[in-house]
């Protein structure tokens, strides 16, 4: 869909307009007329000053606004059926195209759960993946500060402007994120934190991952609507368990009786996740998210490549022509780009080769 980046902030910025109508939008195949009239509308509603001070506040406080058009929006993000109009960056956008695991929990978190989230938050950046979650207190932070500590990549979702690092004691924390990392937000430059913000936060998490993995989380963690949120849009669900009459594990407990994978080892997480994905970034090694992928070995085309048309496939009909899970598909796409064989041109998947 060849929209200006004007068009999408007037789309994220008119009255009555959310999400669900952004993502039909990204997913048309083409600019009906029906659309060119609603996109039209939505201009006309949002004066062009109100446009330019957006653009202006990102200019001013060096954030990178990405769109659906703009070709570093991630791919798999864009595919949710919710996707953000506008998607907010401080640090390097480049990492949010690399493969990502999320790391959730408990906000009040025990010294075991804070322990568990460092280990396996290292661990998966060890195995070559960035490892994503909400900056919030306790088991989100331990996964952040673990990834740093190793050298690793780390993505912090927000439910704030990034301006408005929530909470206040993880500014610092913030800080290093954007050096060693990204900060993302689809609020605005300036949005307070807002109970009802987390929510949306919490879809953006699920929806950069190929998984989540959630650690020490009660019965009425918000850490569980990332873990429903990630299992609705294809993703991989996992929990690390607790001992049995721990409420502080009973959200992780009732996952896995739901069908969650018990995590014991990251080669739980590990063996979920597609072998030639895996395999690649443990031969890539720690800076996996940074080098060029080998070809492939054998010669042989990949089955995806035939399922291309001419100028460009859109992530949704792939899905549907391949047979493949959402998670399974964007790791596929993933390794294809690395090889050089596909590119991504506004949202649509092209063969170079």
């Known amino acids: 869909m060849d929209l200006t980046v004007e068009d999408w902030i ?3 910025l008119a009255e009555g307009v959310g999400p669900m109508r952004w993502g039909h939008v ?20 949002v004066p062009d000053a109100r446009i330019r001070s957006v653009l202006d506040s990102c200019a001013e406080r060096d954030i990178v606004l990405l769109t659906p058009g703009d070709d570093r929006y991630p791919a798999v993000l864009a595919m949710i059926p919710d996707p953000p109009a506008l998607l907010f960056v401080r640090g390097d956008p ?14 009040r978190a025990s010294r075991r759960g804070l322990a568990d989230a460092a280990w396996i938050a290292s661990e998966l950046s060890a195995a070559g993946f960035v490892v994503t979650s909400g900056l919030a207190l306790g088991i989100d932070g331990a996964a952040h500060e673990a990834v740093l500590a190793v050298g690793g990549l780390t993505v912090g979702v927000l ?6 690092i929530h909470p206040r004691r993880h500014h610092d924390l913030a800080h290093r994120i954007c050096r060693d990392g990204a900060l993302v937000s689809e609020f605005l430059p300036a949005t307070a934190p807002a109970p009802q913000h987390f929510p949306r936060r919490n879809r953006i998490i699920a929806g950069l991952a190929l998984g989540v993995v959630v650690v020490e989380a009660s019965e009425r963690s918000g850490s569980l609507i990332t873990a429903r949120l990630a299992a609705e849009q294809g993703r991989e669900v996992f929990a690390l368990p607790t001992t049995a009459r721990d409420p502080g594990g009973a959200g992780c407990h009732r996952l896995i009786r739901d069908g969650a994978r018990l995590v014991a080892a990251v080669g739980d997480i590990l063996e979920e996740l597609p072998s030639e994905l895996t395999a690649s970034l443990a031969a890539a090694g720690p800076e996996a998210p940074h080098i060029e992928a080998a070809a492939s070995q054998d010669g042989r085309e990949d089955p995806l490549l035939g399922l291309l048309d001419a100028d460009g496939t859109v992530f949704d009909a792939l899905l549907q022509r391949s047979g493949l899970d959402a998670a399974t598909l964007n790791a596929r796409l993933f390794e ?14 092209i063969r170079l080769q």
Do not use: H, K, N, Y
């Not at 997913?27 to 609603?38: D, G, L, N, V």
């Open 26 to 45: 990204l997913r048309a195949e083409a600019m009906t007329e029906p659309i060119r009239a609603w996109i039209g509308s939505a201009r006309a509603s």
């Open 159 to 164: 439910g704030s402007g990034l301006d408005r």
């Open 10 to 12: 007037a789309l994220a």
């Open 336 to 349: 294809l780009e690395l090889d050089g064989r596909i590119a991504r041109e506004r949202q649509r998947w």
């Open 94 to 107: 480049g990492v949010l195209g690399c493969p990502q695991i999320a790391v959730v929990g408990a906000r």
